[in-house]
């Protein structure tokens, strides 16, 4: 029974006996041509286009309407998993170093945060044609495979060459289940929503991000690397398992299956047809792959050493990475909602990048300590909050606007471009630590970006205006 204001429970009541009654009549029909035998076989025809809609016995059937909210708790759980070695992993594979002929400690440290960067890279165009060929939901549930796979073998790790393996595994799973989140976000956004698709994607990684490197750090102090790593694999477990309900929701069950939008995609690892559109080229190398490289390269792998030499403990490290992800978290939803009721997306996403650049300088500029770099990473997450989501509303504006290629495959064309720049990151200070130590390697990180940045508005400009496309474009 309707419950609420009156107006609100007798226009509900009037609705469902509306309702019941259609549903009479339909039953009357389709009984009555029963009766007739072959007599009516048109009406018949016609009766049974419409069959679909009414339930077959007398108790309701419940509809169910694909959103992109349906995944957001196994999503939460999922990088909830991905992200519990995120505050310690620099500090456990400093604690298993051992030298590797011609290579700098700084450089083999970075080397399982870089091989599991590659893997994702290398496995995105693969996942855009798991997701093209058997679509999202069976693709998705095979990303959970290697992903926990590889999250096992990091436990019983003791160098960092076997580390890096099973985090090449892990990589993988983590590419396949992101490009078939990513495509259901799309299949299940409208063109005014993007940005809010988008923010669901990105709350549940930041969201998963706050608990995980928070979590994670205190679990390693107490329980250690491997019973960080054991959790880890149980809350992955459990995150296939709502995977399956999730999808059920999204697209039914029983003789219904996950729909896929698109022909399959045979014989192409790499679809260069992308690199045609100019703003799609800027909106990847100017845009996602300096984003990505400042995050990766100071917030993932130079703050928690940096803090380690600060005499800061791994559960507080832990701690301090999370203020990223919190910032992110708090901000990103109202940013979004900014950016679509603008319409100004690209404007958005130039101004977190260019924030992110400023909060590189931050930590050599004001003469370092703790505290100083505590307030970098809070900007690195403000930024995220205000480009975050922008970055994905123009990535899947871009993908659907790109003619006579698959959106699922445009889409790990730009999740390559986006993971190259999360490679280059760890590498790119790695590479400058020797010669100029972490502050000054952060420093010329962040001149990087607001270069990008720079060069990012003026291709922008240069393709087709400052703001985003008319949306009659769009669809056109």
Known sequence: RPRGLPEVARCLSLLNGAVVRLDQRYRRIAAAIVAAGGRLSGAASDLGGIAGRFAEGSAPREIRTAAASHLRLPLFLFFLATELSRSFLPIFADAIYQPLPGFERSVVVALPMTVYVLASLLSTPLAGMLVSRYGTANAYLLGMAP???????????????????????EGAGF????????????????SGSLAKGAVVYGAAYIAGGICGTSTGAILADRAGFAGAFFIAVVIAVIATQLSFGAFRDAFGSG????????????GRWLDLRPFKSLRFVSASIFLAWPAQMVVTGFVYYATPLLLHEEGFSTSMIGRIVMTYFLTSLIASRLAARWADSGGRHRGFAAAGLALSGIGALVPIAAGGGGLWLILAVVLMGLAQAIGGPSRGAIMLEECAQLRGVPNSVALGVYRVLERLGALAGPLFVAALVPAWGYRSSIFILGLTVLTATLLYAALTRLAGGPGDPNPQEASA
């Open 175 to 190: 590419a396949i289940v992101s490009i078939a989140a990513l495509d259901h976000i799309r299949q299940t956004s409208s």
């Open 255 to 266: 003789r219904e299956q996950p729909v896929r939008t698109e022909a399959p995609v045979r």
């Open 147 to 169: 992903t926990i796979v590889g999250l096992l073998g990091e436990a019983f790790s003791t160098t960092i060459p076997v580390l890096a393996a099973f985090r090449v595994v």
